[in-house]
């Protein structure tokens, strides 16, 4: 399996893609992804095949590395990049949620999946560039229960980091919060 090796310890690529865009605290990734290859495949399955249980082997295997390495702050909550309501009904499931809550359950956080909700159905992502992305998706993705969030320190999760316009976007949302400290993570970067 092609491991980042990022922990969240020290600068890496993940965290480069979100400098001067937004204000988070730190970026890391669990996997490196390629066009071609293993990662490229299981995330596939994750979210067309209905195979939910890698994320939930991807997360257990992520979120023990990260307990053992014991670099991340307290974390509050994890949350995971929501799907829009129609596509989740499609799909059944989250191909993130699984994911998220094995991190938490490792680093001892609450995971937390219907304050961030996406308010259109898009479509895919995967072919578009990063500023075509932005223009999509403004004011895409809000905060249905700001108290809660007030003041503390969250995760934010997604399946993967291509050009970081999704998470930069939900991003937003989340900091628009009175003092939130936002980390990012994801199953896997395209570097």
């Not at 922990?7 to 988070?24: A, L």
């Not at 890391?28 to 939930?56: M, P, R």
């Not at 999509?136 to 905060?143: A, E, H, I, M, Q």
Request: charged letters at 25%; proline letters at 3%; one cysteine or more.
């Amino acid at each position: 399996m092609p491991l980042t090796d990022y922990t969240f310890n020290e600068e890496n690529p993940v965290d480069r893609i979100f400098y001067g865009r937004i204000n988070i605290k730190k970026a890391s990734s669990f996997l490196h992804f390629s066009d071609y290859g293993i990662v490229k495949n299981l995330i596939h399955n994750l979210k067309y095949k209905n195979q939910e249980h890698i994320g939930a082997f991807l997360g257990d295997w992520y979120g023990q590395l990260l307990k053992e390495n014991d670099y991340l702050p307290k974390i509050d909550f994890v949350i995971p990049v929501p799907l829009h309501r129609k596509r989740l009904k499609k799909r059944g499931y989250n191909q993130t949620a699984l994911f998220a809550k094995r991190l938490a359950a490792h680093i001892g956080s609450e995971y937390l999946d219907q304050v961030l909700t996406k308010t259109a159905n898009t479509r895919t992502q995967t072919k578009k560039n990063r500023l075509a992305r932005w223009y999509d998706n403004k004011s895409l993705y809000t905060v249905t229960d700001t108290e809660i969030l007030k003041n503390k320190t969250i995760l934010l999760v997604d399946d993967v980091i291509t050009t970081g316009a999704t998470m930069e976007l939900c991003g937003e949302a989340l900091l628009k919060i009175e003092g939130t400290t936002l980390f990012i993570a994801s199953i896997a970067v395209v570097e």
